[in-house]
């Protein structure tokens, strides 16, 4: 498994962003965990944020450019690390239920083998996510 820990450029650069994009992009790259949106509104109400349509608006373009990813069993989002996985169709985290660590985690075999059991079924994946639930190496150490 390939785990990273990077930002990178996804063919976007904060310049190509929206005053509130790029305000919502920050709030989640400096961010040590993933954040709901209420959390982020609450942290941008100084930069003129005041309902939260705006910060799922902001949302929804960086999940589209693949600069976010929305973790669902959290319901929260988180700027990805990862170099490259715009190109992959599956994406997978490792979500620590005891510190909220979250670690993006990318392998072709994981991929390649999802794809395979899809088209078994004659279903054709354009993308997947998966979650994975458990305890960090830090956490289990405890």
Known sequence: MNQQNHSHDHGRTPSDLTKNQSLVFGALSRA????????????LRDDGFRAPLQVYRALDKLVETGMVHRLESLNAFVACR?????????????????????????????????????????????????????????????
């Open 32 to 43: 040590e965990g993933p954040l709901s949106a209420y959390t982020i509104l609450d942290q």
């Open 82 to 142: 990862h170099p490259d996985c715009d190109s992959h169709e599956t994406i997978a985290f490792a979500i620590c239920e005891t510190c909220g660590k979250v670690t993006e985690i990318s392998d072709e075999a994981l991929e390649n083998r999802l794809r395979d059991l899809a088209r078994e079924d004659g279903f054709t994946v354009k993308r997947a996510v998966v979650e994975l639930r458990g305890l960090c190496a830090g956490c289990s150490e405890r």
